[in-house]
């Protein structure tokens, strides 16, 4: 997948947030936390220990 439109983070506690096309441009783990970024800044931090998965989507 060169790029994704949709990004959807998925908690244990079944909540599921989700960015879309326009809303984020990267993001990145440090081995504690799911960070979302959009041209350079953090607009997202997840503490990974809550985290079931995160997904990459086309559409």
């Known amino acids: 997948m060169e790029h994704a439109d949709r990004i959807e983070i998925t908690f244990k ?7 879309g096309k326009g809303e984020w441009d990267d993001y990145a783990y440090d081995g504690k936390a799911v960070i979302i970024k959009q041209k350079g800044a ?7 220990t809550e985290v079931f998965c995160v997904e990459l989507k086309e559409h």
């Open 13 to 19: 506690s079944g909540e599921t947030i989700s960015y």
């Open 42 to 48: 953090w607009i997202g931090i997840y503490n990974f």
